[in-house]
């Protein structure tokens, strides 16, 4: 009876080692695919913040602004003012480039649409050969003779975070062809686009 009993027993833990075993895995594809996306460079991995500590500096850079336009321009020049250097070996967190003052193209993309986020701005990853920007659609009229990436019919502006005060709706300096895929930073999902334009 005693053997019966240790024999239940220990298959009992034996099955629910493996259900947790089997969950772990299936927590650990849930979190790649949320993070990854495959590029014709490789596989992309996005490392965004929804942290109350990227909220705080969101809304402490854009505390004087009233319009959607000055918050965009604001988080864009404190990333854009830090400095630009390579880390082969490693991506960082959005506070690990703030905390670093440093970053490449990956970690002040990663950055500045954190930020955005944070204010609730919409905002998307543009992936080109070797590089990445970000692109925001606005709604102001003093961005209608500045030129954006239409997508689908819908205009963005780009915003390029490894340019020293550079300016929302920086141009294009890749063609059309070149723009490997749009991601939705948090969902880590290609945006299917059939109609891509540069112009005013």
Not at 143 to 156: A, C, I, S
Request: glycine share 6%; aromatic share 12%; charged share 20%.
């Amino acid at each position: 009876m005693q053997n019966r009993l240790s024999k239940n027993l220990s298959l009992f833990i034996l099955a629910l080692a493996f259900l947790a075993f089997l969950y772990g895995t299936y927590k650990a594809i849930v979190i790649v695919s949320k993070t990854q996306v495959g590029t014709r460079d490789g596989v992309y991995t996005s490392y965004v913040s929804r942290s109350v500590e990227i909220q705080k500096r969101a809304e402490a850079l854009t505390q004087g602004c009233e319009s959607r336009l000055c918050k965009v321009q604001s988080l864009l020049d404190f990333v854009s003012a830090i400095p630009y250097a390579t880390q082969t070996f490693q991506r960082k967190k959005p506070l690990q480039t703030i905390a670093d003052n440093f970053g490449d193209c990956d970690d002040k993309s990663n950055l500045l649409i954190s930020l955005l986020h944070s204010l609730g701005i919409e905002g998307y990853f543009v992936l080109v050969p070797k590089h990445i920007f970000v692109i925001v659609p606005l709604d102001d009229v003093r961005l209608e003779k500045r030129e954006g990436l239409w997508v689908n019919g819908k205009k963005y502006y780009i915003l390029e975070g490894t340019a020293k005060g550079s300016s929302v709706g920086f141009p294009l300096h890749y063609k059309l062809k070149e723009i490997d895929a749009i991601v939705e930073p948090f969902s880590n999902k290609k945006i299917v686009f059939t109609r891509l334009q540069f112009k005013p």
